[in-house]
């Protein structure tokens, strides 16, 4: 016998219901509601996030922070900025952090050698550029100019990214250059510009934009200058994986990454 007009109508609505429900379940989302995962919510994320980074992400990681914190308010993001090998050598030692932001493939390849980071991501890059006082009384307008014995250079050190790429692009142009200064960042070097204590230094192009007016930047044409990459991975050791996991999302999200794009930094 055939069921009736009114039994195949009521199996058909039980059948659709319970496609509905299942559509439902797969997507995460109650049926005719909104998402309410963590993700898209900003709730079921707590605790505290230390980030350690490299001082030139200072500006604009400091301005994401404070927009993550914003979407996340159970979650206080603290961050330790300094030159990317100390931070390396920090995290291996031991030192607490959740993410580990570096300026340079090397440093970042530290840590994840000594199990403390994998499957790192490159979100930005950076090249350099030569930040003097804005009076600029050394009359520096070229990268060859550093070479004169008569003008004052303040570089990074050789084991910060910031020194080991301002050796780079000396060698490649065949510049014999006698820094009278090496400091342990690239802000470092940007204080001693700012404070007119050296006639110019070399930095990257994120720090003369964030200085504003307070340097005259000599820009390095693209055929003599060179490049570094930036690396964002969460420390193995975080005892707040999920925050550390967001946050790193955050930087590779569109919104990190037009605010990176918005303080100078290029596309990797």
């Not at 009114?6 to 039980?14: D, I, P, Y």
């Not at 079921?44 to 992400?57: E, F, I, K, R, Y």
């Amino acid at each position: 016998m055939s069921p009736s007009p009114r039994s195949s109508r009521r199996l058909a609505m039980v059948v659709l219901a319970g496609f509905v429900a299942l559509v439902a379940a797969a997507s995460g989302s109650p049926s005719g509601g909104t998402d309410t995962s963590p993700s898209a919510s900003g709730t079921g994320l707590s605790g505290d996030v230390t980030v350690s980074a490299a001082s030139s992400l200072t500006d604009v990681f400091t301005q994401l922070g404070d927009q993550f914190m914003s979407d996340h308010p159970g979650v206080k993001v603290t961050f330790n900025f300094a030159s990317s090998s100390d931070l390396a050598e920090q995290i291996v030692q031991g030192a607490p952090a959740d993410v580990f932001a570096s300026a340079s493939d090397s440093t970042m390849q530290t840590v994840v050698d000594a199990g403390d980071a994998s499957r790192p991501t490159t979100f930005a890059s950076n090249s350099l550029e030569i930040a003097t006082p804005p009076s600029n009384s050394a009359h520096v307008s070229s990268l060859s100019d550093l070479a004169s014995p008569d003008v004052s250079v303040a570089v990074c050190t050789p084991e910060a990214p910031c020194g080991a790429a301002t050796q780079a692009l000396f060698d490649e142009n065949r510049l014999d250059v006698t820094p009278v200064t090496q400091e342990p960042d690239v802000r470092s070097v940007l204080t001693k510009v700012t404070s007119d204590e050296v006639d110019a230094g070399v930095v990257y192009v994120t720090d003369v934009q964030a200085a504003g007016a307070d340097v005259h930047g000599v820009p390095i044409p693209a055929a003599k200058n060179v490049s570094t990459n930036y690396l964002i991975a969460p420390v193995s050791g975080s005892t707040n994986q999920a925050s550390a996991n967001a946050f790193v999302a955050f930087v590779l999200s569109p919104t990190g990454q037009h605010a990176l794009e918005q303080a100078g930094f290029a596309q990797p």
